[in-house]
């Protein structure tokens, strides 16, 4: 895979880590360098570990999909695209008495964030992709894009959350439609 779809695969998935991490800015009374620090490593991280666990999943079955995998590479990232596209519009109560620094709070919210991370490391997976250098790129994207998102959230509210997750789920439909291209027009 190259490196230009790895950083915006990377780019799309931490839309919703980056969202989160506005949210959090937001809510957080006195910004410091360490609580962006703690959520910027926590969605990091996560981001970094699940498309590694996606992809020593898909290993064990990969083979026997191997003529459709350009297919559900696609449905995946495609379907994940759409969730998060699906999910801006969607009216969700913040409860604000929510601590973005609990430490069992943040979990939920790396998890949650990360599942698709996961599909897209299955996807991977299904591609013959190596995963290191994806892995990599996935979890300082999504370090880098949370630390920042979290003073950009303390800063300026959470106007942006909408529009992020927007981008980030039509770049997975981007980058799924171009891997099904790619292998259907590709010359016999």
């Not at 620090?37 to 064990?60: R, V, Y």
């Not at 979290?150 to 509210?157: A, E, L, R």
């Amino acid at each position: 895979m190259e490196l230009v779809n790895i950083t915006f695969l990377g780019l799309g998935l931490a839309a919703d880590a980056f969202a989160v991490s506005l949210s959090s800015g937001f809510v957080i009374q006195r910004i410091k360098f360490n609580k962006a620090l703690k959520i910027a490593l926590f969605f990091g991280i996560f981001q970094a570990i699940m498309p590694l666990i996606g992809w020593l999943t898909g290993l064990s079955f990969r083979e026997l999909i191997s003529n459709i995998d350009h297919w559900i590479a696609f449905i995946l990232l495609f379907g994940i695209g759409s969730k998060m596209i699906y999910e801006a519009y969607q009216d969700m109560d913040d409860d604000p008495k929510a601590n973005p620094l609990d430490t069992y709070t943040l979990l939920a919210l790396a998890v949650a964030t990360s599942i698709d991370a996961l599909a897209a490391g299955l996807g991977l997976s299904l591609l013959k992709t190596s995963i290191w250098l994806p892995c990599t790129l996935i979890g300082l994207i999504t370090f880098s894009l949370s630390f920042i998102g979290v003073f950009i959230g303390h800063k300026f509210g959470s106007i942006f959350n909408k529009k992020i997750e927007i981008i980030g789920g039509l770049t997975l439909i981007l980058i799924g439609s171009k891997i099904l291209l790619e292998d259907l027009i590709k010359p016999i």
